[in-house]
């Protein structure tokens, strides 16, 4: 509900909150410009008898004083041809130049305001803000859903280029939107007297006692009393009138001073409304607060950047929801409900064939992400078709259903199926698809036990569905072969072997596009997929990007049975492969100090993240092999990265010589070290084994105890990142 409102109140008024944003950016600058200029003073200690004092040997005929929100200070004074609007120095009285209104900023208000049609354009200006507020929310609950709730906001954002754009903007920009969107809403209704201003009632003005004699504006003891800091405003007696008076106006009264003795004749409190309204605009507009002002402007040019990347993610939504399945049915009229948790897209053709075949059979089926799991009144089976990201967390389309299955009101009639999509190769084998399971299982009947799909096997999701059709009494046959992913031809140009002592053979391989295109760009930390012939199911590898020349290096150890890695260990010289580039932005190397823990090829991806280090900032890094004689990767070029600067330490262990140590020992020799780069803001970055990922996270957890953090915390911040295989 909240997806579909949030995209009809975007869609609908994308223009219109365009030219809002833009012009309020344009606007917003205004104050910041200002904080610079000459005409922005300190008052300090000056009263207002000293100022209008001053001012008084310069100009003949002055009319009102006006201290703006920036500090500038604007004398109006009765010229030759009429009123005359001065900058001018208090200190010295003199004209820092006349205060001219800009025409362009004029035209880009007037747009802000009301569309240049007037009252109507002022109550479309307000109805837009309503909008930007009522988008704002719907924003931050969707991605609050998507990260898991509170605890995951600031975590990784998982996603489509424009799916991470969209919610890494809405962590930074939301906020001041929403405060830009309700200020404005505010003060429409003042505008349109839904809300008092608290001027409907102007105060009451006493008049002076009359004298003769003229008496000098800077020697009444009434203006001598008020800090010139404190007033907004100065209204001079018209001059003749012997019963007018000074009226100032400060951020609490209007004060009357008898232009003759001094005397204040009335103080009366401005309303709670004008203290109020005079809060908000300054709010709204960052006046007087350049700070605000700048935060203000960025987050409103923000708005283009949602625009796009929002229209994006609808559009993308638009095709896979087309393509979702034929006569896929409103979630609540569907008596079979098929959610998907995917992370780059695979199960997603394995679920809409599920649901075809259910829907040939006659069933009502619905097929959405996992993400917008629901109640599904109509329902009598919910099958959930997930992998799992990472070392056993949600994929990014099932973030937040966890915690949605948790606060389900009622125990449903429908029962469900959950099918687990992953590699055996793993420790943690279709974790989050047990998780999944348990948590329903504490809601609903189970349909059938936890299934289990390895390497996108089609044979193991055609069992399933044998078992699935079984328990629902359906003649359901599910023959879906997964796509071969779209590659690209790399040949070998070079290759180096390590390992041949230790019985584990090791080979970083280097490839370029031979005659062919130009092999895609991608970032250390990407995966780089390598599929073998006659096979449909890609092997994921981290290359040790950070060349110049368009070649590719990855570093691969020789798995008895490993398809892939018997397939690039077995390359000669010139040999090729077929691949394609997999963007992993949960291990992109934040931008800050970095500990590199890994094992073996677990180094690849850092060797592309050092390469790449060259503004030098504090990066350590913690290897482990078996034997130096044998398997110490990428030595030469370790040696030369500290040279450089490039790598601030290294510390290495071997398992197989000397004292027999593995790379969670060294960490733990650092550990007043790597606790105190940690507390300053360094992130860990482990790549390797299972087994070596869960030592290291020991030793963390270990060194962090006593010190407030923990590698869980860690984790949720995006400072404890982790690649395992």
């Known amino acids: ?87 001018v120095d208090i200190r010295r009285g003199t004209s820092l130049g006349l205060q001219n209104d800009d025409p362009v900023t004029m035209w880009v208000r007037e747009l802000h305001r009301s569309f240049f049609v007037g009252m109507n354009g002022r109550l479309a200006a307000g109805g837009t803000a309503l909008i930007m507020t009522l988008l704002c929310a719907t924003g931050f609950l ?8 509170w605890r995951g906001l600031f975590g990784a954002v998982q996603g489509r280029v424009f799916e991470r754009l969209h919610a890494i903007s809405g962590r930074l920009c939301l906020l001041p939107l929403l405060f830009m969107a309700l200020t404005g809403f505010y003060l429409t209704l003042v505008t349109f007297a839904v809300i008092p201003n608290g001027q409907e009632t102007p105060p009451a003005i006493p008049e ?71 809060w908000i605009k300054a709010l709204h507009t960052g006046e007087g607060m350049a700070p605000l002002a700048a935060v203000l402007g960025l987050s409103a040019l923000s708005v283009p950047v949602f625009a796009f990347s929002g229209i994006a993610v609808w559009l993308g939504g638009r095709r896979r929801a087309g393509a979702r399945s034929r006569g896929n049915v ?92 992953g590699d055996m190769s793993f420790a943690n084998y279709c974790g989050f698809a047990g998780d999944a399971d348990a948590a329903l299982a504490e809601r609903a009947e189970r349909l059938l036990p936890l299934g289990r799909v390895d390497r996108e096997s089609a044979q193991s999701f055609r069992r399933w569905g044998d078992e699935l059709g079984s328990a629902l009494g359906l003649d359901l046959r599910l023959d879906y072969v997964p796509p071969r992913p779209p590659t690209q031809r790399a040949v070998l140009v070079e290759r180096t072997d390590y390992g041949a002592a230790t019985g584990t053979a090791t080979a970083v391989l280097v490839f370029d596009a031979g005659s062919g295109p130009r092999l895609p760009r991608c970032r250390a930390g990407d995966l780089v997929g390598v599929v073998p012939p006659g096979s449909r199911v890609p092997r994921y590898y981290s290359p040790a990007v950070g060349r110049a020349d368009g070649r590719l290096e990855i570093c691969v150890r020789l798995i008895a049975g490993g398809e892939g890695s018997g397939l690039l260990h077995g390359l000669a010289m010139g040999d090729s492969v077929d691949l ?91 550990a007043a070290v790597l606790v105190a780069q940690i507390q300053a803001g360094a992130a860990v970055m482990v790549c390797g084994s299972t087994e070596m990922a869960a030592g290291v996270r020991t030793t963390f957890d270990a060194m962090l105890v006593g010190h407030g953090l923990n590698v869980a915390t860690l984790k949720a911040r995006r400072r404890y990142l982790e690649e395992i295989y």
């Not at 109140?9 to 000459?38: C, D, N, Q, W, Y």
Request: aromatic content about 10%.
């Open 208 to 278: 002076s006692v009359a004298e003769l004699d003229p008496v000098a504006p800077g020697t009444l003891h009434g203006l001598r009393d008020i800090p010139f800091a404190s007033i907004k405003s100065v209204i001079y007696p018209i001059a003749g009138d012997w019963f007018d008076a000074f009226s100032v106006t400060t951020g609490s009264d209007h004060v009357f001073i008898d232009q003759f003795t001094g005397d204040v004749l009335s103080q009366q409190p401005l309303r709670p409304g004008q203290i109020g309204l005079e």
């Open 142 to 149: 969707l991605l609050l859903r998507r990260q898991g709730g």
């Open 580 to 670: 394609f580039m997999r963007a992993n932005p949960a291990f992109h190397a934040p931008k800050r100090p970095l500990i590199l823990v890994a094992a073996g090829t677990g180094i690849s991806p850092f060797a592309g993240m050092i390469r790449a280090n060259n503004r030098r900032r504090d990066v350590r890094l913690y290897w482990g092999g078996r034997d130096p004689a044998s398997d110490f990767l990428y030595r030469d070029e370790i040696e030369s990265w500290l040279a450089y600067g490039r790598l601030a330490s290294f510390a290495s262990s071997f398992s197989r010589v000397g004292e027999c140590a593995y790379v969670q020992d060294r960490v733990a020799e650092d």
């Open 330 to 421: 409103a979630a609540t009229l569907a008596d079979i409900v098929v959610l998907v948790g995917s992370e780059n897209g695979a199960s997603w053709g394995f679920a809409r064939h599920l649901a075809e075949q259910l829907a040939a059979l006659g069933r009502k089926v619905h097929l959405d992400a996992l993400g917008s799991f629901a109640e599904y009144p109509e329902a009598n089976a919910v099958l959930v078709l997930t992998s799992t990201y990472g070392d056993g967390d949600a994929p990014k389309s099932a973030a937040g259903c966890l915690a949605a299955v948790r606060r389900l009101r009622y125990r449903p009639k429908w029962s469900f199926a959950v099918l687990g999509f």
């Open 1 to 87: 509900m909240w997806r579909s409102l949030h995209s009809v109140l975007a869609l609908a008024s994308l223009v219109l909150v365009l030219m809002i944003s833009l012009s309020g950016a344009f606007l917003a600058a205004g104050p910041v410009v200002e904080a610079f200029s000459p005409a922005v003073q300190q008052s300090g200690d000056l009263s207002v008898a000293q100022v209008v004092g001053v001012l008084a040997q310069h100009f003949d005929a002055p009319d009102r004083l006006d201290r703006l929100p920036s500090g500038a200070v604007v004398l109006t004074a009765i010229g030759k041809t009429g009123p005359e609007r001065h900058l």
